[in-house]
């Protein structure tokens, strides 16, 4: 089981170029993926992301690339001899044409646009898409590892989570009969109250006591209960993304709980339902972690 929480780090370096690649990710419903890389690798915009998809099936994703270039000449700066003639030729032009003095020195005419011109050194594709694949597997597979020992420590604070509602169910099934008996034990007192030394008709009593428990019982929503603590505890156990199944089941027994508290009309199932319904939504913030 895996974490949306992760992080991991890689780098991988040749003679010309450093490159390094840093993945972070936090929880999201769905997978998100956003790759912040230099200008000259936007060529492997769409490669990365599909790397990543092939490790992470949910999650908001950074991936963070930098680049240096180790080479010795970063910029190439040429000389336009054409587009410099052309303004030569133009301003003697003006000169002739308006009788002006003719006045232009190299320095003046260097700092015409175009004259000079500043090109980025093109950069290896071949050897940068190597230099990435060896980078963002050392970065992936340290992601997805700290995704793993996050996720392990989910699934134990969860299977602790589930243990404790089993004893919970556990505790309303004991207090049930004995919540009926004495029910069964106050209608007796108040009947015999009013009745004095009268006799009781059991057949009414019972009836009552038939009414009473078909009302109060929530034996179905204990059994759902347990059927939903051991599909959580199967799937806990899967090697896939079982984040949006748990929160299904997670929601069940939410519904359960509910439906239990609003049965109750004894305080101290009542209570237990409380400290139920305490614990599933702990669990349910815990497994929006989960991818």
Do not use: W
């Not at 793993?148 to 099934?173: P, T, V």
């Not at 106050?186 to 009268?198: A, P, S």
Request: proline share 1%; net charge negative.
């Amino acid at each position: 089981m895996l974490s949306m929480t992760g992080f991991g780090r890689g780098e991988a370096s040749t003679e010309h170029y450093k490159l390094e690649i840093e993945i972070k990710s936090v929880n999201h419903r769905y997978l998100d993926i956003n790759v912040r890389l230099p200008k000259a690798l936007n060529f492997l915009d769409t490669t990365v992301r599909n790397y990543i998809k092939s490790y992470a099936a949910r999650g908001k994703i950074d991936v963070f690339i930098y680049l240096e270039n180790l080479q010795s000449q970063k910029e190439i700066v040429t000389y336009n001899h054409d587009i410099a003639e052309a303004y030569i030729t133009g301003i003697r032009k003006i000169s002739e044409d308006f009788e002006l003095p003719f006045q232009l020195d190299a320095y003046q005419l260097s700092r015409f646009p175009d004259v000079f011109c500043a090109e980025e050194q093109e950069f290896d594709e071949e050897e940068l898409t190597e230099l990435l694949n060896r980078a963002i597997a050392v970065a992936a597979n340290a992601f997805v590892e700290s995704r793993r020992i996050e996720g392990e420590k989910l699934k134990c604070d969860l299977l602790d989570k589930i243990h404790s509602i089993g004893r919970l169910i556990e505790q309303i099934a004991e207090r049930s009969p004995q919540m009926l008996e004495e029910y069964r034990q106050r209608i007796t007192d108040k009947v015999q109250e009013l009745l004095g030394d009268g006799h009781i008709d059991e057949n009414i009593l019972a009836t009552e006591m038939v009414i009473y428990a078909d009302k109060i019982c929530v034996d179905e929503e204990m059994v759902r209960l347990r059927t939903h603590i051991e599909h959580i505890e199967e799937t806990l156990m899967l090697d896939e993304s079982v984040g949006r199944k748990l929160d299904f089941l997670t929601q069940e027994m939410n519904r359960e709980s509910n439906t239990i508290l609003s049965k109750s009309n004894d305080i101290k199932i009542s209570d237990i339902g409380i400290d139920l319904k305490t614990i599933i939504e702990k669990i349910r913030e815990q497994i929006q972690n989960i991818e």
